[in-house]
């Protein structure tokens, strides 16, 4: 059984920063999964009109949430990274999850195969890094340069 390395993303993550913090922890035979919130692209809204128009509009909705649209978006933005990872020896995937990133960690983390959870640091650990003295006030508000990434091993992710 090959071990996962589990990568949810954010509307806002870059995977480009990503990539060489994967490819420090990846080896050769291990399977990188992605996971992408549905829908991918964020939530659309349609204007009330009438008539044709209404009718293209509703099919464009259709096709905008499909599950299987937002797969294969998914999968066309995430190929680069995936190919990268796959000329390194490493098996590259994407999984689309609805609902909270809580319960699709815990989906992918029952099979036991899981090794790591990586994801970009948040404001809670520039928090936490402010109040344990790692880090001064001023790198608390300031936008970091750098992606700080945060690794987890499954039995200790909450």
């Known amino acids: ?3 996962k390395i ?15 913090y994967i490819e420090k922890v ?9 996971l992408v919130r549905y829908p991918v692209d964020g939530f659309i809204w349609t ?4 008539g044709m ?11 905008y949430y499909s599950w299987e649209n937002s797969l294969e978006n ?15 020896g490493v098996e ?30 948040g404001l809670g650990q520039r928090i936490a890094g402010f109040l344990d003295g790692s880090s001064s006030l001023y790198e608390l508000f300031k936008r970091p340069t750098v992606s700080t990434v945060l690794l987890t091993h499954p039995g200790v992710a909450a």
């Open 53 to 63: 128009s209404a009718a293209l509009q509703a099919r464009e909705l259709v096709n």
């Open 6 to 20: 589990l990568v949810p993303l954010g509307r806002n993550d870059r995977t480009e920063e990503m990539i060489p």
């Open 74 to 88: 998914a999968k066309g933005k995430l190929s680069p990274v995936c190919e990268a990872l796959r000329a390194k």
């Open 92 to 121: 590259a995937t994407v999984d689309v999850y609805a609902g909270s990133l809580k319960k699709a960690v815990r989906s992918h983390t029952a099979s036991g195969d899981v090794h790591l959870i990586m994801q970009r640091a």
């Open 1 to 3: 059984m090959s071990k």
């Open 26 to 34: 990846a080896r050769p035979g291990m399977n990188v999964v992605f």
């Open 47 to 50: 204007k009330e009109e009438d």
